[in-house]
T-cell receptor, first 113, second 118 residues
Framework: GQQLNQSPQSMFIQEGEDVSMNCTSSSIFNTWLWYKQDPGEGPVLLIALYKAGELTSNGRLTAQFGITRKDSFLNISASIPSDVGIYFCAETNYGGSQGNLIFGKGTKLSVKP | SAVISQKPSRDICQRGTSLTIQCQVDSQVTMMFWYRQQPGQSLTLIATANQGSEATYESGFVIDKFPISRPNLTFSTLTVSNMSPEDSSIYLC???????????????FGEGSRLTVL
């Protein structure tokens, strides 16, 4: 079946540092999504990517859709304490009646003030 | 986007009982899904809730254990039947809002229903 590898599994950083996490897939997909999940909450969509090579920013967050369509990374610049949470990558080949996502295992981010 | 409300937000259940989780969306949506997130784990798709017909289940999930209803375009329920401690998880409703010809596959999630089975 399809596999989605996300790394690192967890990160402990100092406030103000930059963060980078990535996902790789065994298959090609046409959409990459990055979500953040706070404790006790559902995942919230951060960034969506639709084209190979696409680079998209959302405030301090930047994500890119790899040129091979099998990978994506998410960068967070100048981290702050509220960045704490679990970040998930997800992929899909949306079209027609499809729409379900395959999720990575998540990157748990801890930020020390 | 869409505003998604799930009830209950959490519950503690006894082994062998069943619990129904409700998902209400503030607008009509194309598709609705149910995901499970076991403790410390990622999200796994249980099924696609189809309006007016039987849900489409993923491998490892069956209708007898997780019956799903979707009577209209804004509401769905998931029942966790004959629960055991292994069913302790967060159950999440997600929706794909109708965006017209440029539908992009961006799913939005409810806040989840955290079930603990004793």
């Amino acid at each position: 079946g399809q596999q989605l590898n996300q790394s690192p599994q967890s990160m402990f950083i100092q406030e103000g540092e930059d963060v980078s996490m990535n996902c790789t897939s065994s298959s090609i997909f046409n959409t990459w999504l990055w979500y953040k999940q706070d404790p006790g909450e559902g995942p919230v969509l951060l960034i969506a990517l639709y084209k190979a090579g696409e680079l998209t920013s959302n405030g301090r967050l930047t994500a890119q859709f790899g040129i091979t369509r099998k990978d994506s990374f998410l960068n967070i610049s100048a981290s702050i304490p509220s960045d704490v949470g679990i970040y998930f990558c997800a992929e899909t080949n949306y079209g027609g009646s499809q729409g379900n996502l395959i999720f990575g295992k998540g990157t748990k981010l801890s930020v020390k003030p | 986007s869409a505003v998604i409300s799930q009830k209950p937000s959490r519950d503690i259940c006894q082994r062998g009982t069943s619990l129904t989780i409700q998902c209400q969306v503030d607008s009509q949506v194309t598709m609705m899904f149910w995901y499970r997130q076991q403790p410390g784990q990622s999200l796994t798709l249980i099924a696609t809730a189809n309006q007016g017909s039987e849900a489409t289940y993923e491998s490892g999930f069956v209708i007898d254990k997780f019956p799903i209803s979707r009577p209209n375009l804004t509401f769905s329920t998931l029942t966790v039947s004959n629960m055991s401690p292994e069913d302790s998880s967060i159950y999440l409703c997600s929706v794909l809002p109708y965006q017209g010809p440029s539908d992009t596959g961006e799913l939005f999630f409810g806040e989840g229903s955290r079930l603990t089975v004793l």
